[in-house]
């Protein structure tokens, strides 16, 4: 089946710096998204970017996709402790009736 | 605003005993899904609903059961709990359409001896 697999499986940087977080999928999507998951709690959807753009910006993240590749990179600029967690991508299918999710990388970010 | 509420938090079961968790958000949100999450995987999708009185299987249906009698609330059952069931148990909503963005709720976790 069609799923995300993020890559590195876990990251631990130092805060101020940049965390670079990718994710690779199969086949295609409308659209790609990321989320947050703190430890003992739910997924918070952080960004969506549609097939048809290639960046898109929220406050300290920078998401890309390159639909050639298929693949998506978040950023995470001046990296802070609380950034600590375990970030998603999820991808839709070509009908757009399914979100699959991808084992997703665990940050560490130490103070 | 209390989003999406799952009850109960915690909970053990014997192998072959039943529940019920119970998700409700307030978000007035047509879909509603349930998820389960397996340490070092990433969320599978057991059953969901488009709308009240509606569910559809997912992509681990099996051992499974929903009902969305309420268009605020969406349960999941276990009719004959087995340990491969032992895991953490999402549920989430979005306003429409499967692939925009679902909010979450905190989880359930589900360990079955």
């Known amino acids: 089946s069609q799923q995300g697999e993020e890559d590195p499986q876990a990251l631990s940087i130092q805060e101020g710096e940049n965390a670079t977080m990718n994710c690779s999928y199969k086949?295609?999507?409308?659209?790609l998204q990321w989320y947050r998951q703190n430890s003992g709690r739910g997924l918070v959807h952080l960004i969506l970017i549609r097939s048809n753009e290639r960046e898109k910006h929220s406050g300290r993240l920078r998401v890309t996709l390159d639909t050639s590749k298929k693949s998506s990179s978040l950023l995470i600029t001046a990296s802070r402790a609380a950034d600590t967690a375990s970030y998603f991508c999820a991808t839709d299918n070509n009908a757009g009736n399914m979100l699959t999710f991808g084992g997703g990388t665990r940050l560490m970010v130490k103070p | 605003n209390a989003g999406v509420t799952q009850t109960p938090k915690f909970r053990v079961l014997k192998t072959g005993q039943s529940m019920t968790l119970l998700c409700a958000q307030d978000m007035n949100h047509e879909y509603m899904y349930w998820y389960r999450q397996d340490p070092g995987m990433g969320l599978r999708l057991i059953h969901y609903?488009?709308?009240?009185?509606?569910?559809a299987k997912g992509e681990v249906p099996d051992g499974y059961n929903v009902s969305r009698l309420k268009k605020q609330n969406f349960l999941l059952g276990l009719e004959s709990a087995a340990p491969s069931q032992t895991s953490v148990y999402f549920c989430a909503s979005s306003y429409l359409q499967i692939n925009q963005p679902q909010h979450f709720g905190d989880g359930t976790r589900l360990s079955i001896l």
């Open positions: 086949t295609s999507i409308n659209n």
């Open positions: 609903s488009v709308g009240e009185g509606t569910t």
